[in-house]
């Protein structure tokens, strides 16, 4: 490190705040909307999902006892309507602060067209395990218990054509350097980029463990030659919780506190005792941070409705012709009960303080100082949605579900439809902040959602398998998925 005259450290660090000052002068003044001003997330909501139970369940024609193993995909969760890019999540190409580090840094390299190659990101849910299903009777009402064990995973994604894309960009390509003479020695095997643990550590969340439990309890309503009227209610008891978290990759902790950021110490003072290192450091701990914040909020879902008791009344009708063939249908209302989540929203930002701050100008060190702390507050609030606990009303759930059954020679062949709707949540309380939040972009909208499904059945006298897949041609407000099941079923 150089040594400096009396007096000139101070003055490296005064032209710093002179330099952050009119940095951020040059990039809320234009229209008065920039990098301050203007979000990063446009929303702080969850994408939705479904219990795993109604995506994939299968009904048992006549055996007491089955296991259904399942396996679930998402290919690209809903951020918002039918968006599924990242772009309609968060403000990836920040105008204002990019155009600025556009002019001053990289003279040589489109920023903002380098960062539009990550606005394409989509996040990929999978869930693999089996539904343990169990029949019995109480009285006149047969009694169905069924609890699921699975792996779940959700992960950001890019297809290979947008990831050759950003490898390509120049921002990224690898820079040649001049060959240099070394001394013989022995050889080390070149290590890897550590890209794949980076990405398993900050870009991907599991956990593996038990669902919640489902009890229907049903009845026979109305008998007739040739069809029958069921009804009855399915209660889910929150039974889910994680055996292991952060398997292959992590688990993004929702009550993590909300890092600091003090540009004094984290990059003025480095800068001016040449820290460099510590500097880019820093630099690189709060970006990692941000992005594992982005991560908590997309990434992190529990393994079943979030602790929500709820019952479900239902009404099905089936239909015989000739034994051979078999309709069916049921239409179901499920009402989970509000309690407790952990919900992220943006504090609101004040424009007047931010336009007053632009404004000023500092007269000493110590005015200076007030105003940089400032900025690094109001950074700080844009990058981090922070979370609160509040009670929630996830939304009425209305299902209805048509088949058909063909048996011949010991073998059945099955296809059906299935609609389904959630409507908007509701937050039964809200928190309590010296700052307003805004809460619209933490709640999430009504969504519907359709399945088409197949399967093949084979009977035996005591047991049964079937396969089936289900995918979906139309939905809104939650992903489009695919479904694969085996069960095998037998009596006692």
Not at 28 to 50: A, M, N, Q
Not at 98 to 113: C, G, H, M, N
Not at 133 to 150: A, C, H, I, R
Not at 410 to 439: C, D, H, N, R
Request: charged fraction near 25%; include cysteine; proline fraction near 5%.
């Amino acid at each position: 490190m150089p040594d400096f005259a009396p007096g000139e450290m101070d003055s490296i660090k005064n032209m710093m705040r002179g330099t952050i000052q009119n940095t951020f002068e040059d990039i809320i003044t234009e229209d008065g909307y920039r990098v301050l001003k203007d979000p990063f997330y446009f929303y702080t909501k969850s994408p939705r999902k479904r219990d795993i139970i109604d995506e994939c369940s299968t009904q048992p024609f006549f055996c007491q006892k089955t296991a259904t193993f399942f396996y679930h995909e998402t290919s690209k969760a809903v951020y918002f309507q039918n968006r599924t890019a990242l772009n309609a999540y968060v403000d990836i190409k920040q105008q204002g602060l990019i155009e600025v580090l556009d002019e001053r840094s990289f003279a040589d390299i489109d920023v903002p067209e380098v960062l539009s190659l990550f606005a394409p990101v989509k996040v990929q849910e999978r869930r693999l395990g089996a539904l343990f299903f169990y029949q019995t009777e109480w009285k006149s009402w047969g009694v169905y218990f069924k609890l699921p064990l699975l792996y779940q995973e959700y992960n950001f994604y890019l297809t290979p054509a947008e990831r050759d894309a950003i490898q390509n960009a120049e921002l990224f390509k690898p820079r040649k350097v001049e060959a240099v003479a070394i001394e013989d020695g022995p050889k080390e095997k070149p290590k890897g980029s550590g890209v794949k643990k980076f990405a398993q550590k900050h870009l991907l969340s599991d956990k593996v463990g038990f669902g919640d439990l489902h009890i229907t309890f049903e009845k026979e309503i109305k008998q007739y030659k040739s069809s029958t009227t069921i009804g009855g209610f399915d209660i889910t008891v929150p039974t889910a919780f994680a055996f292991k978290k952060g398997i292959i990759g992590s688990y993004f902790d929702k009550k993590r506190p909300t890092p600091t950021l003090d540009l004094h110490a984290d990059i003025i003072d480095l800068y001016g005792e040449g820290e460099h290192d510590q500097l880019k450091q820093n630099a690189l701990d709060f970006g990692v941070a941000t992005l594992d914040r982005l991560s908590t909020l997309v990434l992190e879902h529990p393994l079943g409705n979030d602790h929500h008791p709820g019952i479900a009344p239902f009404l099905k009708l089936i239909l015989n012709f000739k034994k051979a063939v078999k309709v069916f249908a049921q239409v179901k209302a499920d009402f989970l009960l509000p309690v407790p989540e952990r919900k992220f929203f943006k504090k609101v930002v004040d424009r007047a303080a931010i336009d007053a701050s632009a404004d000023s100008d500092p007269d000493d060190e110590d005015e200076a100082r007030i105003q940089v702390d400032f900025l690094s507050k109001q950074l700080v609030q844009k990058l981090f949605p922070e979370s609160y606990k509040i009670v929630v009303f996830p939304g009425v759930m209305l299902q209805l579900d048509w088949g058909v059954l063909l048996k011949t020679r010991g073998w059945a062949f099955e296809m059906g439809l299935q609609a389904w709707y959630q409507s908007a949540e509701k937050f039964v309380t809200l928190p309590k902040t010296s700052v307003p939040l805004e809460i619209e972009q933490g709640r999430r909208y009504a969504a519907l959602q359709n399945k088409l499904w197949f399967g093949i059945l084979k009977e035996g006298e005591a047991t049964a398998f079937e396969l089936k897949v289900a995918g979906t041609p139309i939905s809104y407000g939650i992903g489009r998925t695919i479904c694969a099941t085996f069960s095998y079923s037998w009596k006692f």
